[in-house]
């Protein structure tokens, strides 16, 4: 699936606009057109133009897909119509009834109940552990292990994990890594030049960056795998619409300018915080005294727009906290170029609420923004300042 683009050794900003989207050849088209035809039609029997019906695949979800494949440094890439499709299709590709899985004791909440409340049906167990402990993970693979799922940075509590390393400890239990990259960004982290086996992405967030759309994807550097994933994704059929397709592809050419300007709005966000007597710990991968500052250096480019912070109030200053900011619209989701707020324990992670997984109270989640910063730190400051 890859494309001239992709081995021509161009950078990713170049790789963004142009992987999978020259020109179209019939009409000169500079942007991939929205291709909403549902079957296309075949000159005798069995000849056709490559595209037969479209949830086995449409040109315009082709262009995103090829786009994505470069922009991972994979050879398969594969569009859905949301990330928890994405997931569901790469488990049950990689997964059969007895098998077991290690997944993180700090991820996103749907992730979670993917595994707890859909797969254990299926005759799949799950071990929660944490990803840090390398030593806590190996303990817990077994001659029956298929995968270890990582996410990194974790949604809400942004600790980072060893890609490489845990590539390491899978490969060794010939297990697969799979890497959930919703939070960096195939522009902050590349899983796969880590070893990664496949790459899981929620494109509804920072890939598709206006919060416009639902999507997700899969990619892979496995030729064989990548097979078996398409022939799931075929046969299970969650695959995005062309218009859904078209509108990821248009968030993903700026993916590196937003980038940049998230992890630097989220800089200064940080220091706000951190000068804040309202705030008992801020949480972000890019303070020195974070637990993974070292593994995240190593390992990305820089240290992304997600923020998380305690309030020194505990839970009811948390919900206060989100209550009184104006600039930042409380919501779930992320990624998005407008900052948003939300409380996890009540909101993205009620689903967790009882478990391993469980987030405390006093949490207070941002996605910081593209907006002007001052107006930022202002809104913020302003919320801070009444609870
Ligand atoms: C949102 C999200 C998902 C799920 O993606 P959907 O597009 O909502 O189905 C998976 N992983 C992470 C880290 C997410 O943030």
Known sequence: ???????????????????GQDPDPTTGAVVVPIYQTSTYAQSEVGQHKGYEYSRSGNPTRTALETCLAALEAGRTGLAFASGLAAEDCLLRTLTKPGAHVVIPDDAYGGTYRLFAGVLAKWGVEATPVSLLDLDAVRAAVRSETSLIWCETPTNPLLNVADIEALAGVAHDAHARLVVDNTFASPYLQQPLTLGADVVVHSTTKYVGGHSDVVGGALVTDDATLGEELAYHQNAMGGVPGAFDSWLVLRGVKTLGVRMDRHCANAQRVVELLQSSDKVAAVLYPGLPGHPGHEVAAKQMRDFGGMVSFRLAGGEAAALEVCRRTKVFTLGESLGGVESLIEHPARMTH??????????????VRLSVGIETVDDLLGDLATALAGV
């Open 1 to 19: 699936m890859s494309d001239e683009w992709a081995e021509g050794g161009y950078g990713f900003d170049t790789l963004a606009i142009h992987a």
């Open 350 to 363: 009620a689903s967790v609420a009882g478990s391993q997984l469980e987030v405390p109270g006093d949490l």
